[in-house]
């Protein structure tokens, strides 16, 4: 699929601004997540550091003596005391307390709260007096999998581990990544609808020197529009415009040389053709079939010679000037009925349908241009095909379709055909290759248009001229 460099330019945009958009959301998470075990560090610092200052706390006092009252508030907080000594050593007297062996500490009592279950086995400890950090699971039957924040630090024989759980934390994070997330999709989508707007602005420049080289393509002269800005697009439009005299040049001289030719010709043909006659009327019987197809040739080159002149003369703006009501409906029927026999000799069904379609012109041009597309339909229908005119009013245009049966025209030679001398459908047995170039001129002239267009089977030429007022 074809993409416009606007779409490119905004597809780039996007994906630029939505990576952009995931590594700054990443690093603002990132911080946050930072932030956010630091204050629950803090928090739990905080707890640790008052127990340990005040070692007549009622709550330390409580685990020292290794009972945990219910009467104890320990708020939020969860709490493990575990024996820091060997525990090999043999359990210590003292109320019986839940305990069991975890990388030598026993574990002297735990906060009520975790109903008996107990926090994964601690890492490394901690220098003596200094807290440690660490996230842990929440033992809770009712945590359904959540996360704690643990603080441990080192009694003497104990140590001391109070957690609390990071699922407030979490649902902070959650919340601001959602926003994040929301805000930087809106933000990356804002950047590619902008993006979109200001390549729109900086390629129109653009878009009007293609809509003006398509203007061009129709005209034998012309430059395209220069903005004086001294910009990029300036700059390519005077390498264009350069481009275009010197193929105009290129054109001029190339049509010249044709007229200069054509010209040149006409006579000694014209004197060929003479004596040819002359010699007929003098030479033996088997001379003759040799002389006709010679005379032949001759009257060929002659009508080609006639068709480049006229060819040159409506391409080089001067064409008939001869404007006057023309109905394209009996013009057409008037040509079928002329060319009836013909059709009859080759087993072609010819017809033509219709309505009335007036136009301002010369008849004798416009006739010549239905004379030049039925031509072209006998030459590339085979036997037992058919050809038709089908003429038509719509709106403002009068339009003549002469269609056949005959094998078409390809979709990449549809503008090919109109060239001079074009290989391919143009050139059947007995063409010269400027019947459609000729009537493309003389609608050009009219101010209309010759084209080719897909058909389900043969070939359809659409002539369209505007129609006459009243």
Same mark, same amino acid.
């Given at each position: 699929?074809? *993409?416009?460099?606007?779409?490119?330019?905004?597809?780039?945009?996007?994906?630029?601004?939505?990576?952009?958009?995931?590594?700054?959301?990443? +690093?603002?998470?990132?911080?946050?997540?930072?932030?956010?075990?630091?204050?629950?560090?803090?928090?739990?610092?905080?707890?640790?550091?008052?127990?340990?200052?005040?070692?007549?706390?009622?709550? +330390?006092?409580?685990?020292?003596?290794?009972?945990? @009252?219910?009467?104890?508030?320990?708020?939020?907080?969860?709490?493990?005391?575990?024996?820091?000594?060997?525990?090999?050593?043999?359990?210590?007297?003292?109320?019986?307390?839940?305990?069991?062996?975890?990388?030598?500490?026993?574990?002297?009592?735990?906060?009520?709260? +975790?109903?008996?279950?107990?926090?994964?086995?601690?890492?490394?400890?901690?220098?003596?007096?200094?807290?440690?950090?660490?996230?842990?699971?929440? @033992?809770?039957?009712?945590?359904?999998?959540?996360? +704690?924040?643990?603080? %441990?630090?080192?009694?003497?024989?104990?140590?001391?581990?109070?957690?609390?759980?990071?699922?407030?934390?979490?649902?902070?994070?959650?919340?601001?990544?959602? *926003?994040? %997330?929301?805000?930087?999709?809106?933000?990356?989508?804002?950047?590619?609808?902008?993006?979109?707007?200001?390549?729109?602005?900086?390629?129109?420049?653009?878009?009007?020197?293609?809509?003006?080289?398509?203007?061009?393509?129709?005209?034998? *002269?012309?430059?395209?529009?220069?903005?004086?800005?001294?910009?990029?697009?300036?700059?390519?439009?005077?390498?264009?415009?350069?481009?275009?005299?010197?193929?105009?040049?290129?054109?001029?001289?190339?049509?010249?040389?044709?007229?200069?030719?054509?010209?040149?010709l006409r006579t000694p043909l014209a004197a060929i053709r003479g004596h040819l006659e002359l010699l007929l009327g003098d030479a033996a019987a088997e001379a003759q079939p040799t002389l006709l197809a010679v005379l032949e040739e001759v009257e060929r080159l002659a009508r080609l010679v006639s068709r480049l002149l006229l060819l040159e003369k409506l391409e080089g703006g001067h064409a008939s000037q001869r404007r006057e009501p023309v109905d394209l409906l009996p013009l057409a029927q008037g040509l079928v009925e002329h060319l009836r026999i013909l059709a009859e000799e080759r087993d072609l069904a010819l017809e033509v349908r219709g309505e009335s379609a007036a136009v301002a012109g010369d008849p004798e041009q416009l006739r010549q241009v239905l004379l030049n597309l039925l031509d072209n339909a006998f030459r590339h229908t085979p036997r037992g095909g058919r050809v038709w005119v089908e003429i038509s009013r719509q709106g403002e245009l009068a339009r003549a379709v002469v269609g056949d049966t005959g094998p078409g025209i390809a979709a990449a030679e549809r503008e090919r055909v109109f060239e001079r001398f074009a290989s391919g459908r143009t050139r059947p047995q007995g063409g010269i290759g400027l019947g459609l170039p000729i009537a493309r001129a003389i609608a050009a002239a009219h101010g209309g248009a010759l084209r080719a267009e897909d058909a389900a089977t043969g070939a359809r030429l659409v002539l369209e001229i505007p129609a006459a007022c009243g």
């Amino acid at each position: 699929m074809i *993409q416009s460099i606007r779409g490119r330019i905004a597809t780039f945009s996007l994906a630029l601004s939505l990576a952009l958009a995931a590594l700054v959301g990443g +690093l603002v998470l990132a911080g946050l997540a930072n932030a956010l075990v630091g204050l629950a560090d803090g928090d739990l610092r905080a707890e640790l550091e008052d127990l340990v200052a005040d070692a007549s706390d009622r709550r +330390l006092s409580a685990l020292l003596a290794r009972g945990a @009252p219910a009467d104890v508030d320990w708020g939020d907080l969860v709490f493990e005391l575990r024996d820091a000594l060997d525990a090999r050593a043999g359990r210590r007297e003292g109320p019986p307390l839940l305990y069991e062996i975890r990388r030598g500490g026993a574990l002297v009592a735990a906060s009520p709260a +975790l109903e008996g279950a107990a926090f994964a086995p601690p890492g490394a400890a901690p220098p003596n007096g200094a807290i440690g950090f660490r996230d842990a699971d929440d @033992p809770r039957p009712g945590s359904r999998g959540g996360r +704690l924040r643990v603080a %441990a630090v080192d009694l003497g024989p104990y140590r001391l581990e109070i957690a609390r759980s990071l699922a407030p934390l979490l649902r902070i994070e959650s919340a601001v990544r959602a *926003q994040v %997330a929301a805000v930087l999709v809106v933000v990356s989508l804002l950047a590619a609808a902008g993006t979109w707007a200001l390549a729109a602005r900086g390629l129109a420049p653009v878009r009007r020197l293609a809509r003006e080289a398509e203007r061009l393509r129709s005209l034998a *002269q012309g430059t395209l529009p220069r903005s004086g800005r001294g910009d990029e697009i300036d700059e390519l439009a005077g390498v264009l415009n350069a481009l275009l005299e010197r193929v105009h040049g290129e054109v001029e001289r190339k049509r010249q040389f044709t007229a200069d030719v054509a010209h040149e010709l006409r006579t000694p043909l014209a004197a060929i053709r003479g004596h040819l006659e002359l010699l007929l009327g003098d030479a033996a019987a088997e001379a003759q079939p040799t002389l006709l197809a010679v005379l032949e040739e001759v009257e060929r080159l002659a009508r080609l010679v006639s068709r480049l002149l006229l060819l040159e003369k409506l391409e080089g703006g001067h064409a008939s000037q001869r404007r006057e009501p023309v109905d394209l409906l009996p013009l057409a029927q008037g040509l079928v009925e002329h060319l009836r026999i013909l059709a009859e000799e080759r087993d072609l069904a010819l017809e033509v349908r219709g309505e009335s379609a007036a136009v301002a012109g010369d008849p004798e041009q416009l006739r010549q241009v239905l004379l030049n597309l039925l031509d072209n339909a006998f030459r590339h229908t085979p036997r037992g095909g058919r050809v038709w005119v089908e003429i038509s009013r719509q709106g403002e245009l009068a339009r003549a379709v002469v269609g056949d049966t005959g094998p078409g025209i390809a979709a990449a030679e549809r503008e090919r055909v109109f060239e001079r001398f074009a290989s391919g459908r143009t050139r059947p047995q007995g063409g010269i290759g400027l019947g459609l170039p000729i009537a493309r001129a003389i609608a050009a002239a009219h101010g209309g248009a010759l084209r080719a267009e897909d058909a389900a089977t043969g070939a359809r030429l659409v002539l369209e001229i505007p129609a006459a007022c009243g």
